[in-house]
């Protein structure tokens, strides 16, 4: 019998089956907002939030939907939880949602978003996908910052728009531009292969 | 704006400028996932500019005469990934009953589609803009040939990095993130062209 509440879950997400540096799931927003730390902690918490809702709902109804439907139900579900954040941070914060833009709604098809939907909260009880959402949220939200931040203070010198390096440093300007997204993450996944070991393909 | 442009700018645009892959971001699941030999990605390539062309006029159309004459438009999300899956399928079966070969060069990239973020993106970016039928129509061909044309590239570059010598830790997916940031870089150039 398996245990109800299994805190080893929140803590999968976070280091060891982390959904982009271990499962190089879900890049596209990723690398999209990670030029500054302020949209990077706001696309954090959206996700967290999405992923928390989707993987406790579709923990809810796992025994009512037939097998052959699950994945249209999954995204309907997901896209419900997405159209809700899009909707709420247009009115509480319209800075943030016009910086986030199309990244925001493309969450729907994100594969971290379907694949904890699919993998966990289809099989396990409601406490164990919330924790699950949770760790993986904040496994992609701790990604996301540590490139933004890297991107961020390297581009512009800032953090969280607080000069940082003085008034003499010469921005690395490519670094908040596309190409430095590409880059630092390259150089982050080599990071994470040489400590947690080569990722088996 | 986009939508006062001419149509051969707003292809350019989509196509090399503000490229999917390289500038914007998106379908990289399926780029870094596929592009380790050119035929498959000539496979991806093409599917992708079949199925995004067809579902940004369908979804173009649901927008305009279904949500937005009975003010639906917060619906936007659940009914573009929604008429996406469902069209995918639909079509997939048209084309096994209808054109077997053309079925088998598609293989697997067909289904696959549907997670494509690039399509629903083109999607919601055509709307974003405000484009009429025939610009979205462009924009969406430019968007899904700067897919077939980056994952054609990279593919070929990839096949040859199998056998450069690449530091250990950095093997795989690490020096193809890399190498895509330096293709960025080269794409970047293509901003100077014309102001948007």
Same mark, same amino acid.
């Given at each position: 019998?398996?245990?109800?509440?299994?805190?080893?879950?929140?803590?999968?997400?976070?280091?060891?089956?982390?959904?982009?540096?271990?499962?190089?799931?879900?890049?596209?927003?990723?690398?999209? #907002?990670?030029? /500054?730390?302020? @949209?990077?902690? =706001? $696309? %954090?918490?959206? +996700?967290?939030?999405?992923? !928390?809702?989707?993987?406790?709902?579709?923990?809810?109804?796992?025994?009512?939907?037939?097998?052959?439907?699950?994945?249209?139900?999954?995204?309907?579900?997901?896209?419900?939880?997405?159209?809700?954040?899009?909707?709420?941070?247009?009115?509480?914060?319209?800075?943030?949602?016009?910086?986030?833009?199309?990244?925001?709604?493309?969450?729907?098809?994100?594969?971290?978003?379907?694949?904890?939907?699919?993998?966990?909260?289809?099989?396990?009880? #409601?406490?164990? /996908?919330?924790? @699950?959402?949770? =760790? $993986? %949220?904040?496994? +992609?939200?701790?990604?996301? !910052?540590?490139?933004?931040?890297?991107?961020?203070?390297?581009?512009?010198?800032?953090?969280?728009?607080?000069?940082?390096?003085?008034?003499?440093?010469?921005?690395?300007?490519?670094?908040?531009?596309?190409?430095?997204?590409?880059?630092?993450?390259?150089?982050?996944?080599?990071?994470?292969?040489?400590?947690?070991?080569?990722?088996?393909? | 704006?986009?939508?006062?442009?001419?149509?051969?700018?707003?292809?350019?645009?989509?196509?090399?400028?503000?490229?999917?892959?390289?500038?914007?971001?998106?379908?990289?699941?399926?780029?870094?996932?596929?592009?380790?030999?050119?035929?498959?990605?000539?496979?991806?390539?093409?599917?992708?500019?079949?199925?995004?062309?067809?579902?940004?006029?369908?979804?173009?159309?649901?927008?305009?005469?279904?949500?937005?004459?009975?003010?639906?438009?917060?619906?936007?999300?659940?009914?573009?990934?929604?008429?996406?899956?469902?069209?995918?399928?639909?079509?997939?079966?048209?084309?096994?009953?209808?054109?077997?070969?053309?079925?088998?060069?598609?293989?697997?990239?067909?289904?696959?589609?549907?997670?494509?973020?690039?399509?629903?993106?083109?999607?919601?970016?055509?709307?974003?803009?405000?484009?009429?039928?025939?610009?979205?129509?462009?924009?969406?061909?430019?968007?899904?040939?700067?897919?077939?044309?980056?994952?054609?590239?990279?593919?070929?570059?990839?096949?040859?990095?199998?056998?450069?010598?690449?530091?250990?830790?950095?093997?795989?997916?690490?020096?193809?993130?890399?190498?895509?940031?330096?293709?960025?870089?080269?794409?970047?150039?293509?901003?100077?062209?014309?102001?948007?």
């Amino acid at each position: 019998m398996k245990k109800i509440i299994e805190p080893k879950n929140l803590m999968l997400g976070i280091w060891k089956e982390n959904p982009i540096f271990y499962l190089m799931l879900g890049l596209c927003p990723l690398l999209a #907002v990670s030029g /500054s730390l302020r @949209d990077a902690l =706001g $696309m %954090g918490a959206a +996700f967290i939030f999405v992923l !928390l809702g989707s993987n406790i709902t579709v923990s809810v109804i796992r025994k009512i939907v037939p097998a052959h439907v699950r994945i249209p139900v999954f995204i309907v579900v997901i896209a419900t939880f997405v159209s809700v954040i899009d909707y709420s941070l247009a009115a509480f914060s319209p800075q943030l949602h016009k910086n986030l833009g199309v990244y925001l709604p493309l969450m729907v098809v994100n594969c971290i978003l379907l694949g904890r939907a699919e993998a966990f909260a289809s099989k396990n009880n #409601v406490i164990n /996908s919330a924790l @699950d959402g949770i =760790g $993986m %949220g904040i496994g +992609f939200t701790m990604a996301i !910052l540590i490139i933004a931040s890297i991107r961020e203070l390297l581009g512009q010198g800032t953090l969280f728009g607080i000069n940082m390096l003085g008034d003499n440093y010469l921005p690395f300007l490519i670094m908040i531009m596309p190409p430095g997204a590409f880059i630092v993450i390259g150089f982050l996944i080599a990071i994470k292969n040489s400590i947690g070991g080569k990722k088996k393909c | 704006m986009l939508n006062e442009l001419n149509l051969g700018y707003i292809f350019l645009s989509a196509f090399i400028v503000n490229n999917i892959l390289l500038i914007r971001f998106l379908g990289l699941c399926s780029f870094i996932g596929i592009s380790t030999n050119i035929k498959s990605s000539i496979g991806m390539g093409i599917a992708v500019i079949f199925v995004t062309v067809m579902a940004c006029s369908i979804s173009w159309a649901v927008y305009n005469y279904l949500l937005l004459p009975f003010h639906l438009e917060y619906l936007r999300t659940v009914t573009f990934i929604l008429t996406i899956a469902s069209f995918v399928q639909f079509e997939e079966i048209i084309i096994r009953k209808k054109a077997p070969a053309l079925y088998k060069a598609f293989g697997i990239y067909l289904p696959l589609i549907t997670t494509n973020c690039a399509i629903l993106a083109s999607a919601f970016l055509g709307i974003d803009y405000r484009l009429n039928f025939l610009q979205n129509l462009v924009f969406a061909l430019g968007i899904s040939a700067g897919y077939c044309l980056v994952i054609i590239l990279f593919a070929s570059m990839r096949e040859r990095l199998d056998t450069a010598p690449v530091p250990k830790n950095f093997r795989g997916i690490p020096i193809a993130f890399i190498m895509t940031g330096l293709i960025s870089l080269v794409f970047l150039g293509f901003k100077g062209l014309f102001k948007l």
